[in-house]
């Protein structure tokens, strides 16, 4: 410490080791703090139709795999997920359903990302999937889904937490009604 | 010119300064972040520290060189000291080099 270097060197040296001191405790912070965020999705229509799986596929002739398309209403409080640790939120609609093959499927069918506490308040009508709801065995019949919100709380600085809704109620899928264009 | 050096006490007490400063902003930018529920306020609290912790010890202010060293006489000085003390006893009398040398 006996010279101008060296003293702004200690300086420097040991607010490097405060600064991660003090992240730590931010970061553990993040995950006592309470929260009790509600969330909804319900299905207000499902109509299932064909189409090819891929657009880019040269085969033009085979449409044989089954698109579910839903319209969603969400409703959601998220607003007291945001603390002071909380940069953003990923929030997605997930449907889960089990076949007899795999026992556990989960597809995203919606998704936003929230910025600010003052839009966590989400309600919305009439929304269409966003991503294609389609099954590895290309059809849907006998399938009984349930839908639910899910979230993803992403820190400043820490750990990555994840949340989700209560499941809704099973919906049972119709058979093909028509031809994807 | 500049002085850029400080004594061992002020190296002692510059380092003592540096933790103190910085520790002591780091607990309080955690609860003011905590209670404001405000990550930048916490940073800003913290650099402010870091900004105050390098303002006090970073330039050798005078608190910190306090208690130079006391560094004894140099060998040529010693030498040159006994040479003149030669000098004048040939001039003076022994008994005032006998008083000079006791004292």
Same mark, same amino acid.
């Given at each position: 410490?006996?010279?101008?270097?060296?003293?702004?060197?200690?300086?420097?040296?040991?607010?490097?080791?405060?600064?991660?001191?003090?992240?730590?405790?931010?970061?553990?912070?993040?995950?006592?703090?309470?929260? #009790?965020?509600?969330?909804?999705?319900?299905?207000?229509?499902?109509?299932?139709?064909?189409?090819?799986?891929?657009?880019?596929?040269?085969?033009?002739?085979?449409?044989?795999? &089954?698109?579910?398309?839903?319209?969603?209403?969400?409703?959601?409080?998220?607003?007291?997920?945001?603390?002071?640790?909380? =940069?953003?939120?990923?929030?997605?609609?997930?449907? &889960?359903?089990?076949?007899?093959?795999?026992? =556990?499927?989960?597809?995203?069918?919606?998704?936003?990302?929230? =910025?600010?506490?003052?839009?966590?308040?989400?309600?919305?009508?009439?929304?269409? #999937?966003?991503?294609?709801?389609?099954?590895?065995?290309? =059809?849907?019949?006998?399938? #009984?889904?349930?839908?639910?919100?899910?979230?993803?709380?992403?820190?400043?600085?820490?750990?990555?937490?994840?949340?989700?809704?209560?499941?809704? &109620?099973?919906?049972?899928?119709?058979?093909?009604?028509?031809?994807?264009? | 010119?500049?002085?850029?050096?400080?004594?061992?006490?002020?190296?002692?007490?510059?380092?003592?300064?540096?933790?103190?400063?910085?520790?002591?902003?780091?607990?309080?930018?955690?609860?003011?972040?905590?209670?404001?529920?405000?990550?930048?306020?916490?940073?800003?609290?913290?650099?402010?520290?870091?900004?105050?912790?390098?303002?006090?010890?970073?330039?050798?202010?005078?608190?910190?060189?306090?208690?130079?060293?006391?560094?004894?006489?140099?060998?040529?000085?010693?030498?040159?000291?006994?040479?003149?003390?030669?000098? %004048?006893?040939?001039? %003076?009398?022994?008994?005032?080099?006998?008083?000079?040398?006791?004292?």
């Amino acid at each position: 410490m006996n010279s101008l270097q060296n003293r702004a060197n200690a300086v420097m040296a040991f607010s490097i080791s405060a600064i991660f001191c003090l992240l730590g405790a931010i970061a553990f912070s993040a995950l006592i703090i309470p929260s #009790n965020p509600s969330g909804a999705v319900a299905l207000d229509s499902i109509k299932v139709v064909t189409g090819r799986y891929d657009r880019n596929w040269v085969d033009y002739k085979t449409r044989n795999n &089954e698109f579910a398309n839903t319209v969603m209403r969400i409703d959601a409080d998220l607003s007291s997920l945001f603390h002071w640790n909380t =940069k953003q939120l990923f929030v997605y609609a997930v449907a &889960e359903y089990s076949t007899p093959t795999h026992p =556990k499927n989960q597809i995203v069918l919606w998704d936003t990302i929230i =910025k600010r506490k003052s839009a966590a308040v989400i309600s919305k009508r009439g929304l269409n #999937n966003k991503y294609s709801l389609i099954d590895v065995n290309k =059809k849907w019949t006998d399938i #009984n889904a349930n839908v639910s919100l899910h979230w993803n709380i992403v820190p400043y600085v820490g750990f990555m937490t994840y949340g989700h809704s209560k499941a809704s &109620e099973g919906y049972a899928f119709p058979l093909p009604s028509g031809i994807q264009t | 010119m500049f002085e850029f050096h400080i004594d061992f006490q002020g190296q002692h007490l510059a380092e003592q300064v540096t933790q103190g400063v910085i520790s002591f902003f780091g607990v309080i930018a955690f609860l003011v972040g905590l209670i404001a529920q405000d990550i930048r306020l916490s940073m800003y609290i913290f650099a402010a520290g870091v900004v105050v912790a390098a303002f006090s010890v970073i330039p050798a202010w005078p608190y910190l060189r306090k208690s130079p060293i006391k560094w004894l006489p140099s060998r040529e000085k010693l030498a040159a000291a006994a040479a003149a003390a030669a000098a %004048s006893k040939q001039e %003076s009398s022994p008994s005032d080099l006998k008083d000079k040398k006791t004292a």
